[in-house]
């Protein structure tokens, strides 16, 4: 039998002829969807082409930029940069905002672009400074009187804290009182911001008559209120040391062998910050025992208490997740404002600055002039703040007080104040025993802070 004959050229190009209308008809169907589709496809080669001409540091490492840093430990919850990022090899454009973020609420201009207003030097200003006299001023407490006490100079009344490469605006009482007309601004916290809460009432009383303004407090003195009347506004102070409750909320009576404060309690204080259109938090110095921080999880009544102990900086954290959810559940971030004030700086230890040993704030008359000087206040504190306050839905504006007035040994009341207690012979034999290092005089620094807290009221960034 015969091998079957190979297959001809012929039948081989019969066979060929007989795919070619499939062929013709996959090469059509193939230009049609290139053409349809020819703007992603070029988009596509285009965003390779992005991805490869990439910018690589020396290191090998893709290049990330950063979110806008401004006054907030961090961040500025009114401002945004959108800016292109590069992640895991795929090129993001910026995004491009056509509308104008409106301004925050109470603003009515704008500091400089790119100014730090708590970032600069000390001047003195012989002119301007201080904004208004000791006696002038009916409502500082004997404790801050520095002059009525005997200090015998007054060259800490005459500084004026002057930005690196920009100014701010000076202090306007009618200006400050036109915009909290028929509004409430209320101070939280201890007394260093009762301080500065007595500060404002002084910048602003001067330009009220007398029929016009008063003071009232209640009877535990937890809650003092200052009224322009004229304006219908209000300035307040609500004393709340932790912003929690504890056992050092009596605003009299306030001294405790072991302090502590019950967890979940911000509603104690917080019933009285209702309605109010300007808050300025502050609390610091009545967490740093140098011991771990008492919570109690009852009520302070109970007989046997259920303690729980936490070190500082996890108690403090405690209170600032409660505030800033306080804030959140509370405030109109479209109508009210919130400030934090950070903490106010010790001068107990003069080595800290190159002083002697033994020594602090009395006596000192001058400033401190090494721009990097950070004395003996708890970093930790500001790095807990600066990470929950960057979690804030509603934005919180720092009033970041702390390194300017470190530089501020000479503005402390010393020992030229009222003593509650009679001073002792041995007290008296050495004023450095009993000079308070941790208040200020009035006039005096804390005007400056208000100085400040006005700018970022009506002037933020």
């Given amino acids: 039998m015969k091998p079957p004959l190979p297959p001809s050229s012929t039948s081989l190009a019969l066979r060929k002829a007989r795919l070619s209308p499939y062929f013709y008809t996959l090469l059509t169907f193939i230009v049609f969807v290139f053409m349809l589709y020819c703007e992603d496809l070029l988009s596509i080669f285009g ?3 992005l991805v490869l ?3 690589v540091s020396k290191t090998g490492k893709k290049k990330e930029t950063k979110n806008f840093v401004d006054d907030i430990v961090g961040r500025n919850n009114y401002e945004s940069i959108n800016k292109s990022v590069i992640v895991e090899g795929t090129f993001v454009p910026p995004k491009i905002e056509t509308e104008t973020r409106p301004k925050p609420p109470f603003a009515i201009g704008e500091t400089a672009e790119g100014c730090d207003i708590f970032s600069g030097r000390w001047v003195r200003d012989e002119l301007n400074r201080p904004h208004y006299e000791e006696s ?4 500082i407490q004997p404790q801050l009187t520095c002059q009525e006490h005997g200090r015998p100079d007054r060259e800490y009344q005459k500084w004026r804290w002057q930005p690196h490469g920009c100014d701010i605006p000076r202090f306007n009482a009618t200006l400050m009182l036109e915009s909290l007309r028929g509004k ?3 101070f939280v916290g201890d007394s260093l911001n009762r301080g500065q809460f007595v500060s404002m009432v002084c910048l602003l009383h001067r330009v009220l008559p007398p029929h016009a303004k008063s003071m009232e407090s209640n009877m535990d003195q937890s809650l003092t209120v200052f009224r322009a009347k004229d304006y219908n506004a209000t300035i307040e102070f609500n004393w709340a040391p932790f912003l929690l409750e504890s056992n050092s909320d009596n605003a009299i009576v306030h001294r405790v062998a072991e302090r502590m404060v019950k967890k979940g309690s911000i509603n104690k204080h917080g019933k009285d910050w209702k309605g109010v259109d300007v808050l300025v938090f502050n609390t610091y110095l009545w967490w740093m025992t140098g011991q771990k921080m008492k919570f109690l999880k009852g009520s302070f009544n109970d007989e046997r208490k259920e303690i729980e102990e936490f070190t500082t900086e996890e108690a403090y954290r405690v209170a600032m997740k409660s505030m800033l959810k306080w804030v959140k559940k509370n405030m109109d971030r479209n109508k009210t404002r919130v400030f934090f004030t950070s903490m106010s700086p010790l001068h107990i230890k003069s080595q800290e600055w190159g002083g002697q040993a033994g020594g602090n704030c009395y006596n000192e008359t001058s400033l401190i002039e090494d721009p990097n000087y950070w004395g003996s206040e708890n970093k930790e504190i500001m790095r807990v ?9 509603y934005p919180i504006t720092f009033l970041n007080i702390t390194q300017l007035s470190s530089y501020r040994k000479d503005a402390h009341t010393s020992i ?5 207690s009679p001073l002792t012979p041995e007290q008296l034999a050495n004023p450095v025993s009993y000079a308070d290092c941790v208040h200020w005089c009035l006039p005096g620094l804390q005007d400056t802070w208000n100085e400040l807290l006005f700018t970022k009221l009506l002037f933020p960034n």
């Avoid at 002038?136 to 409502?139: K, R």
């Fill in 47 to 49: 965003r390779n082409e």
């Fill in 53 to 55: 001409s990439k910018p």
């Fill in 136 to 139: 002038e001023c009916p409502y």
């Fill in 184 to 186: 409430r601004m209320m």
């Fill in 385 to 393: 703040i600066g990470e929950e306050f960057r979690k804030s839905k």
């Fill in 416 to 420: 030229y104040k009222k003593q509650w």
